[in-house]
């Protein structure tokens, strides 16, 4: 038991020192100077209140999609349509900050349900075709996140009424926005969603670990068969685990459209968001205070990347090596993880047969 | 077990917090460096220009590597060291406009251009941040005193090029093929109409609007339709939209259909290989526009608040250089007459559709 604690704390750990390893090796055989790279990098990261603010601002949307990820991961299910789950929360909040004409105590939590509930209305589609039809989610998950980005495109220009490229700005109050947290940083753009994703990341925490529902959704995903013996519904279970997580991933948009950027742009690519929860979810392990962690690192080298760029004129691109590599070796830490503990298990059991 | 956990946890946390402290000691010693570097800059009289490209990245064939040329160019005409005195960064997501900005803003570059109207909103916000950097933004206007809005006259490009499908259309019929419908593209379809309709008022001209300017199967079905009804010259203004249009006029060229494509911002003559289907492209001239503002800027000159439009006059926009591969020396020079036409005034290229109805009272 102690040995498990301790792997999952150092395969990540060591994932990450390697990760970064990596990303010198090639800055070395690119012409660069690794020592100059990583110090704009942390500068950037968090070398002054603007880089920590943006950085927190970054960490916001990661921790909601890892969120997400890691919910369905835990019960066994791969949500990979968190990208488009979260452009749909993201077009629903922004839409209700923009047509609604409500105080703030109203509007704001009005805004962030409406993309929680469009976001697990998204999610329910695979969640139901797998219970029912017991079609591979990934496949519809994936196939969801393209019909979803040229669905909200549609919404924007035909709803919202978007003539060049980009929504009005929100009403201030749905705006997650804080002149005082923006003057902290200098004018980061930070804003109050790093706290609500802090506590949602304990409400994912007490979902699972505290509730008889968690205790349900938890055992469907360590044996169905299991479970469905022990009569709990497994269909059931399995929708409700992709609503839940749907519900995580709104959130994620909703922290871009009534964060970041107070509006919507049309676009013709996927945001990365919900992509980079899949990494997030597998680097913290799936558990609440691992998604934290995981979603502040990857943001911070989001931001460094592009600090990078200026600091020592390594091509932000470079970022993207280190984080696929950390993702990579934890990947392949959690396969050795595996082998060794089956050795072992084998030597047992070696042992015990003497 | 509890304690080897919370022993783990602990050193964890120390790790943690020393290599925060170290990175923010650092940070300290390399800001200072940096600061100190600008100072002896700006001391010795150094000017640094920068820009942000969006997402399109600084190699797109387009927009973004046409305002680098310009930068380039511009560096080197002064001596200036890439990096040092002149630089990029690139941008691979919308959220990275503004910390891009920013961090140029924050490392005094003297000008910084945001490419592309999709950084209006962002270089609003910084340059109000700050008030004390000069910026451009290019096919936008965003109104600061401390930013130069660089706009282009597409609309006097786009009427010579409808004047060379005017006069070489043998079916009295030509398309034109838009990307997104807004004000900016709007000019490239009005002054296209205008310069077909100066030539050959009998010609139709077929308009239809994509509404993306990445389907590049659009663009092919679209063509398709066109050509099928009887058009023999498209004229796109559709970015990727466009590369569809290519494909369809390649596959008519191959079946024997004499067909022919207008390219868009840059000679897209190379698009057209090898079955040779493009007439002559309208360019314009990003880089031309980067390297005058930059020019202007370091002599002191820094048009803040000013929207700046390119047109013929100033080598902003015009017809790609290879347009005699295809069209006849009297064509072209009665484009040449055209255009002096248009330089001095004589004659002005519509932008908006209220603009064009007034133009074809004076055609009648």
């Known amino acids: 038991m102690n040995k498990l604690g301790l792997n999952r704390l150092l395969i990540p750990l060591l994932s990450i020192l390697m990760g970064l390893v990596v990303g010198a090796i090639v800055m070395l055989i690119g012409g660069y100077d690794p020592v100059r790279g990583f110090t704009s990098l942390f500068n950037g990261m968090l070398g002054s209140p603007y880089a920590i603010g943006e950085t927190l601002r970054a960490a916001a949307p990661l921790i909601f999609s890892g969120l997400a990820v890691a919910f369905a991961f835990r019960t066994g299910l791969f949500n990979i349509g968190v990208e488009g789950q979260v452009l749909i929360g993201w077009v629903a909040a922004v839409y209700v900050g923009i047509n609604f004409e409500l105080p703030m105590f109203l509007h704001l939590p009005l805004a962030l349900l409406a993309a929680m509930l469009a976001a697990a209305a998204w999610a329910f589609v695979p969640g139901f075709l797998k219970a029912k039809f017991h079609v591979h989610e990934v496949i519809t998950s994936i196939m969801m996140n393209y019909i979803a980005l040229y669905t909200t495109n549609s919404i924007l220009r035909s709803v919202i009424g978007v003539t060049n490229e980009r929504t009005e700005s929100i009403r201030e109050t749905a705006s997650l926005s804080s002149p005082l947290l923006q003057e902290l940083t200098t004018f980061s753009r930070l804003h109050w969603g790093i706290l609500i994703a802090v506590l949602a990341a304990i409400v994912y925490y007490y979902i699972l670990q505290r509730t008889t529902l968690g205790y349900e959704l938890r055992a469907v995903g360590f044996n169905k068969n299991a479970s469905q013996y022990a009569g709990m519904s497994v269909n059931r279970n399995i929708v409700l685990s992709f609503v839940i997580s749907g519900m995580f991933a709104g959130l994620a948009g909703a922290m871009e459209g009534l964060g970041t950027f107070n509006g919507m742009t049309l676009s013709a690519s996927f945001t990365g968001v919900g992509f980079d929860g899949i990494a997030v979810a597998l680097l913290g392990a799936n558990t609440a205070i691992g998604v934290v962690l995981a979603a502040l690192l990857f943001a911070g080298l989001n931001i460094g990347g592009l600090a990078m760029q200026l600091g020592a004129n390594i091509p932000s691109e470079l970022v993207k090596v280190i984080i696929a590599a950390i993702v990579i070796f934890v990947a392949s830490g959690y396969a050795l993880n595996y082998v060794i503990e089956k050795l072992k298990g084998n030597r047992k059991k070696g042992v015990e047969k003497k | ?364």
């Open chain 2, 1 to 364: 077990m509890m304690n080897k956990k919370k022993t783990i946890l602990s050193a964890l946390a120390a790790g943690l917090t020393l290599s925060t402290v170290l990175a923010a000691c650092g940070g300290g010693d390399d800001n200072e460096g940096a600061s100190n570097g600008e100072g002896g800059g700006s001391e010795a009289g150094d000017f640094k220009v920068a820009m942000v490209t969006d997402t399109g990245g600084v190699d797109d064939k387009s927009f973004n590597q046409s305002a680098w040329e310009g930068l380039t160019k511009f560096g080197e005409d002064n001596n200036l060291t890439e990096n040092e005195g002149f630089k990029y960064l690139q941008s691979s997501k919308q959220a990275d406009y503004q910390p891009n900005l920013q961090q140029l803003a924050r490392d005094n570059f003297n000008l910084i251009y945001g490419i592309g109207f999709l950084m209006a909103e962002d270089i609003q916000t910084v340059a109000g941040q700050f008030s004390d950097n000069n910026f451009a933004i290019v096919d936008m206007v965003v109104d600061a005193p401390n930013v130069a809005s660089i706009t282009f006259k597409e609309q006097e490009g786009s009427f010579l090029v409808g004047v060379i499908a005017g006069l070489m259309t043998e079916t009295d019929k030509v398309g034109f093929i838009g990307g997104v419908e807004s004000d900016l593209i709007k000019k490239f379809e009005n002054g296209f109409k205008a310069g077909v309709m100066a030539v050959n008022p009998d010609a139709t001209i077929d308009v239809k609007y994509a509404e993306d300017f990445n389907s590049a199967e659009k663009g092919t079905a679209i063509a398709s339709g066109m050509y099928g009804a009887g058009s023999d010259i498209i004229y796109h203004a559709a970015g990727g939209t466009g590369v569809g249009v290519f494909t369809e006029a390649k596959n008519r060229k191959k079946n024997g259909e004499e067909v022919w494509v207008i390219g868009v911002d840059r000679d897209q003559y190379e698009e057209g290989l090898p079955e040779d289907v493009t007439l002559t492209s309208m360019v314009k001239r990003v880089d031309t526009a980067t390297y005058e503002v930059s020019k202007q800027t370091m002599e002191g000159n820094f048009p803040g608040g000013e929207i700046i439009e390119f047109g013929l006059k100033d080598d902003g926009v015009g017809i790609a250089e290879t347009s005699d591969e295809h069209v006849p020396a009297d064509i072209l020079s009665q484009v040449d007459e055209y255009r002096q036409q248009l330089i001095d005034g004589e004659l002005t290229a519509p932008a908006t559709d209220a603009e064009f109805e007034e133009f074809m009272k004076t055609v009648e």
